[in-house]
């Protein structure tokens, strides 16, 4: 079982950055991939970003690729993205999901969740 909170997120002008954290519980982090994922009122649930398990590996969706980077720090059981050139099309509550295997693009694959957190970018 994993825990996993979000933290973070806030309202920022466009063109700034923001990192969020997600703090697992559980001593198994280190075995899992990790990912985020946003979702803006109205709208599905869609990839952002993952991190394989050993934290070698990481992908993006094309939408936040090169702006977007994903980490993973074992020891601290915790998971950053850091977002920099933030635009209003960014705007989400954004989550944090643990996944038993790397470069999973769909939410029904992650069996952890955690509460989200919301990013604002006005237009």
């Known amino acids: 079982q994993v825990q996993l909170v979000e933290s973070g997120g806030g309202a920022v002008q466009a063109g700034d950055s923001l990192r969020l954290s997600c703090v697992a519980s559980g001593r198994t982090f280190s075995r899992y991939a990790m990912a985020w994922f946003r979702q803006a009122p109205g709208k599905e649930r869609y990839f952002v970003a993952g991190?394989?398990?050993?934290?070698?590996?990481?992908y993006y969706a094309d939408s936040v690729k090169g702006r977007f980077t994903i980490s993973k720090d074992n020891a601290k059981n915790t998971v950053y993205l850091q977002m920099s050139s933030l635009k209003p099309e960014d705007t989400a509550v954004y989550y944090c999901a643990a996944g038993t295997e790397s470069r999973l693009y769909y939410p029904h694959e992650y069996s952890y969740w955690g509460q989200g957190t919301q990013v604002t970018v006005p237009s």
């Open positions: 991190i394989s398990v050993t934290g070698g590996r990481t």
